[in-house]
């Protein structure tokens, strides 16, 4: 009797895509010295790396960086998460992000958590999922299941743009209380007793909000007029939120913004209803984008250093993965209040 053969195995399907094998052929090269070339150029002789360049820019060969990040325990990947990008306070961090990385071999992954993260843990089981070298959170991680899995996942994570002495693991960013702090003596200084704050409905506008009503009573102010509009802020919802606070307080002298796009939309507001701005109404805004020294009139602001935010960073994340140690975990940038016409 005759055993009955095993059912061939089906072939595999080729992609049709080009190999490291073929690169190696055109190049006249084994696979290994294509690998290598590619990975560590230094262990390879320059001419080769020429033969190799030649043959990559030929067939238009995109290695595995997942196949290499696995034999190398390193993906070269950096993963960000952004409320939104749709407004542009974020941008600086982001550009400066990628670039510093960039220069360090190391590519940014950007997702979107949305303002009231709604999004932020099912985001970060994505990401811890694909393993990436390093994870740069806008803010604090608040959820308690999302910062226990970063814990365990034992990968990098920076916290940015907000402070506390007690981060996931490294934080680089500025105390809110203390922008809003820091606005209410300002304008408290200049003369002004009738404020109203414009704010976002996000955390971070909320403490920049709870810093200012504290500093201003504690400077003797009383009532302080206030206006909520959901994040992001927009130059419509700065009118919005004017027309609304003159409705129920027509006397009140500033208004403080939690963002430049608020402040930008009630000086249009309040030009449209023929107030001028400073002597009738001044306006505070936060974030020092670039149009607001160009606004008419300039607008006073808050400056963050979101290029500073994003090169510390990266820096961060490169010194982990690359085991270098962590001199401190908790940098303070800071901020700067810059005046300009509108107060």
Not at 239 to 266: F, K, M, N, Y
């Amino acid at each position: 009797m005759t055993a009955a053969k095993p059912p061939a195995r089906p072939a595999r399907r080729s992609s049709g895509g080009i190999t490291l094998d073929d690169v190696s052929k055109l190049a006249g090269v084994s696979a290994i010295t294509v690998s290598r070339a590619l990975n560590s150029p230094d262990l390879v002789s320059p001419k080769t790396r020429e033969k190799v360049r030649l043959a990559v820019e030929r067939t238009g060969y995109v290695p595995n960086l997942l196949a290499g990040g696995l034999a190398s325990n390193r993906s070269r990947l950096v993963a960000a998460l952004v409320p939104t990008i749709a407004g542009p306070v974020f941008l600086e961090t982001v550009q400066a992000l990628t670039e510093a990385l960039a220069e360090k071999g190391y590519q940014l992954m950007l997702g979107q958590s949305g303002y009231h993260n709604s999004r932020e843990d099912a985001l970060i089981d994505a990401i811890v999922g694909r393993r990436p070298d390093g994870i740069v959170l806008t803010g604090i991680m608040r959820s308690a299941e999302g910062r226990r899995r970063l814990l365990a996942s034992g990968i990098p994570v920076v916290e940015t743009w907000d402070l506390t002495p007690t981060p996931v693991d490294m934080l680089v960013g500025f105390s809110h209380e203390q922008v809003g702090a820091a606005t209410a003596k300002f304008l408290h200084g200049k003369g002004y007793r009738r404020p109203a704050v414009i704010s976002g409905d996000d955390h971070r506008a909320n403490l920049r909000r709870s810093g200012f009503e504290q500093s201003w009573r504690a400077l003797g102010g009383k009532r302080i007029e206030t206006c909520a509009v959901p994040a992001p802020t927009t130059l419509g919802s700065g009118r919005g939120a004017l027309a609304q606070l003159l409705a129920a307080a027509p006397r009140i002298d500033v208004v403080a913004c939690s963002s430049d796009a608020l402040a930008h939309g009630v000086i249009t507001e309040a030009h449209a209803r023929g107030l001028r701005v400073p002597q009738d109404i001044a306006v505070m805004g936060f974030g020092d984008l670039g149009f607001a020294q160009h606004a008419h009139p300039a607008i006073s602001t808050v400056r963050i250093d979101g290029t500073a935010i994003g090169r510390q960073a990266a820096r961060f994340i490169v010194d982990r993965a690359e085991g270098r140690p962590i001199e401190s975990k908790i940098v303070d940038l800071g901020f700067s209040l810059i005046e300009r016409a509108s107060t």
